[in-house]
């Protein structure tokens, strides 16, 4: 679980997005952390405290003056062990109060009282004018300036009716921003592009070979970069998973296309991670029309023809990126691997430890680089990403 043991302080403030914290308090908990809620007496005329009280299985805390707690020290006591606190939603005026460190209720007191590493995640919710009011922007600019973290506001309809930006992020978007949070930032202000999935080459419009990929590991690895702060890139394959949050993604079907995609975006690029199980051939006589059976039993003859070799391509640009390139094999990884580096002349190779990974969300793997091999032992692929993720920022 990716928040496991994390103890999240999650603050409500008036506005209607606090329907979306009930949702956010569910996720979290999904997710392994033990949710404290705290809400501003503005909050609790959006939602109720019992409604945030159910969801999170604790006392909710609305009052600084709460005769519950018998030292009177709520926004000391509450903080101090304490992961994170998360403003969600954050109106115009709670903005304010922690730009200017007013400590007028529990929730901004507590704000203030934090110790000055915990991390305060803010995600502003409000009418689209308020939010480009001059005086939020100063607000919100302040408050990054005092380093605490910003999620949106995203664009869109508002349930004033109005359009544009001030819409609180998703819960889903959330919590993959606090999951985020907590990732060290290993390749902050790193461009990384990425392949990934099967490709399909077609024989005609209705069919086409491919292979058994999923794309989960390039995706888990794409989520993973994200996570340690790069700008990602990911050129997917035919896969119904969904785009990780905050990745830009590029959708191909055959191997040139994700050659050209590839070959569009490479520039500016500090890594290039090929995951994607490339189709060594295409069909060359492939039929504009479906091709049709015969009464004579006669089968159409496919003549293939070999597909560009996208991280040979990469790896021999002149300003090339760090190059990393897959390798599932059925034996011999520990030789086959260092083969398959040094022909394609790669600085790291990731080898799929077994070749049954297609489509399971577990994993083993094995990096061969300059100095040898070693083994990333075998867990789930949102795991091992990260662990791939450090593993090549310490690297580069
Ligand atoms: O040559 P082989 O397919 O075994 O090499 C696997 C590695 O090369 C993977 O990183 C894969 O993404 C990449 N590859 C590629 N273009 C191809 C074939 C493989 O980028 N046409």
Redesign the pocket.
Known sequence: MDLAGKKIILGLTGGVACYKAAELTRLLSKAGASVQVVMTEAATHFISAVTMQALSSKTVYTDQWDPRIANNMPHIDLSRDADAIVIAPCSADFLFKIAHGACDDLLSTLCVARPIQLPLLVAPAMNVEMWQNPATQRNAAQAKADGVTLFGPDAGEQACGETGMGRMLEPEQLLEEIVAAFQPKLLSGKHVLL?AGPTFEPIDPVRGITNLSSGKMGFAIARAAREAGAQVTLVAGPTPLSTPYGVQRIDVQT?QQMHDAVMAHVDKQDIFI???A?A?WRVANASEQKLKKNTQGDTPQLHLTQ?????AAVASLPNRPYCV???AESENLTQYGEE?RLK?RVPLLVGNIGHQTFGKEDNELMLFDDNGHTILPHANKRQLARTLIAELARRI
């Open positions: 392949t191997a090929a995951v994607a490339v060594d597909n560009p070799d996208i991280l390139g897959f390798a398959k394609k």
